[in-house]
């Protein structure tokens, strides 16, 4: 098999206008390549040997240092846009190189290159280590191959699929949409796929290797009524192959869609103030996400960022909170089989009983803290040296039925999807815009609500959650990405009804007004 280096990608690619036509690729992917077992692939497409990653690693530790790894990547992306009833768009992006890390303490040393050839990753490794000044580390001539779970089995990889299978996905959502109702004027279907393969090679001598796969189908449509437009978009997708995907899907994706459009023409602007808060199951977990999981990452703790850097042991919320971040569960998309040091994926207990039990740590930060790494080391690609970071996380279910959480609150708003947030990671404070919702009357769910805007403290908003409900849901789309430390890398979340006592809620008028 010929492999297209990245730098000749990029050049052909820009040649063409910076996007690949559909046309002459219908009877086969961009990149088709044949299926290849994780375990072998560099070595057979690349010829990286053992013998060659310990010249590497050897380089990287020429002036000593703790340790060093060797991340290797080759990731093939497509996308295919439908829109105006005619495919726009269908083009694909190679990624291509390995980086070489260096540590010594809490400093990194880091170097990388999209060519890998040996004069070139030798220079990586020099970049490396060069901010070390000790006595040089040889590094293991032999690597143990670790084996793992795994959470993404592969039935049917995106290189054996065809475009013009894929074809009907996207041509099935635009013609469902449309079906629904006259009102739909535009409408905007993707697919993408993604295949990631990955090596990982330390200095304490292991080796680990994965493909992970990432898709998903999603909807953007715009509907006009009386001479008002809203919109909404949707998507379904995780770490899953092409077997995942038949034409049920499109219809499910096109019926939520447009049934949130339309929805937005009976929303009303609800009062402003203080009130009660309902956050719906699923999607609303982005909250406990990025309001309260970054705060338990342990880089954040190690350098006193956080609210929780001395709150190990001490109570953080109601005894019947439990938070945790999962990398095990299977095909979502913060699912791995290994994290980016080679650690494998782990279920990691933040919350139990209320009680602020661990942070989530990569190889420096658990050595900082006399803990093992959790497997929670990733990174966006070999241009990025990794860092804490969540997968899947959520909140365990609580025992209420979900009608008598919304009962219990009596008048507020009901959040069911929130977007456009804003997380100071320190102190917690957010501000997040409610995308969908309804407000709460006499304790039940009445008219939609738009144009408002949730703010609040992370660390005081799980303090204040009174009521869970017994529906944990985890989001199933596969566009969720994490964005921190200039890197973006794919986690998904969960949560089951929950009722946060009072929140600051900012619409058009203060309640009672």
């Known amino acids: ?28 992917n961009i ?8 375990n072998g692939y560099f070595l057979s497409e690349f010829g990286i040997d053992d013998a060659l990653c310990s010249e590497l690693l050897t380089k990287a530790l020429s002036r000593g240092g703790d340790f060093a790894d060797l991340y290797f990547e080759h990731t093939l992306n497509n996308w295919l846009v439908l829109e105006d009833g005619k495919v726009n768009q269908s083009y694909g992006v190679v990624k291509l190189g390995v980086g070489i890390r260096t540590v010594k303490g809490d400093q990194i040393g880091y170097g990388y290159t999209e060519v890998l050839d040996k004069k070139s990753m030798l220079s990586a490794a020099s970049t490396a280590a060069s901010m070390v000044n000790e006595k040089a580390i040889t590094a293991p001539t032999g690597f143990k191959t670790l084996n793992s779970n795994n959470y993404y089995p592969i039935i049917r990889p995106f290189e054996d699929v065809a475009l013009k299978t894929k074809l009907p996905l996207v041509k099935a959502i635009n013609d469902h949409c449309f079906a629904q109702s006259p009102l739909v ?26 493909v992970l796969p990432r898709s998903y189908l999603s909807a953007l449509t715009v509907a006009e009524k ?17 077997d995942f995907y038949n034409m049920t899907t499109p219809k499910q994706v096109a019926e939520e869609v447009v049934k949130r459009t ?29 309001a309260i999981g970054h705060g338990m990452e342990a880089d954040f703790n190690r350098k006193g960022i956080s609210t929780y850097s001395d709150m190990i042991g001490k109570k953080v919320a109601e005894p019947f909170v439990n938070i945790i971040d999962d990398g095990t569960m299977n095909n979502l998309t913060g699912a791995i089989n290994f994290d980016d040091e080679g650690n494998k994926g782990q279920k990691t207990v933040l919350v139990e009983n209320g009680i602020l039990t661990g942070y989530l740590h990569d190889k ?32 365990t279910a609580g025992s209420e039925a979900p009608e008598d959480v919304i009962k219990a609150a009596k008048n507020g708003i009901y959040i069911e999807d929130v977007s456009n947030g804003q997380v100071k990671i320190g102190e917690g404070d957010f501000a997040f815009f409610v995308s969908r919702g309804r407000l709460i009357e006499d304790g039940k769910l009445t008219a939609p609500i738009k144009d408002v805007n949730i703010m609040g403290n992370g660390p005081k908003m799980l303090e204040n959650i009174t009521m869970l409900g017994n529906d944990l849901q985890m989001d199933t789309g596969g566009a969720g990405m994490c964005g921190k430390a200039g890197q973006g890398v794919p986690v998904s979340f969960g949560l089951p ?14 309640k009672g007004a």
């Open 1 to 28: 098999m010929k492999h297209i280096n990245r730098r000749s990608f990029l050049k052909t690619s820009a040649a063409a206008g910076g996007a690949l036509l559909v046309t002459p690729y219908l009877d086969g």
């Open 262 to 290: 339309l929805t937005a023409f009976d929303a009303i602007q609800p009062p402003a103030g203080e009130m009660p808060v309902v956050l719906g199951p699923g999607v609303t977990g982005i909250l406990l996400h990025e």
């Open 31 to 38: 990149f088709a390549s044949p299926v290849i077992s994780p």
């Open 185 to 210: 004027k535009k409408v905007q279907a993707t697919f993408h796929d993604s295949m990631k393969r990955v090596m990982v090679i330390t200095s304490d001598g292991i080796k680990t290797e994965d």
């Open 364 to 395: 420096i930060s658990a050595k900082h803290y006399g803990v093992a790494p959790t497997g929670n080391g990733r990174r966006e690609s070999y241009e990025h040296y990794p860092v804490p970071r969540m997968c899947n996380t959520y909140m």
């Open 226 to 242: 009386d001479g008002r437009k809203e919109q909404a978009w949707y998507n379904i997708g995780g770490r899953r192959d092409f």
């Open 497 to 510: 009804t929950s009722l946060v006592k009072s929140m600051t809620v900012g619409g058009t008028k203060q």
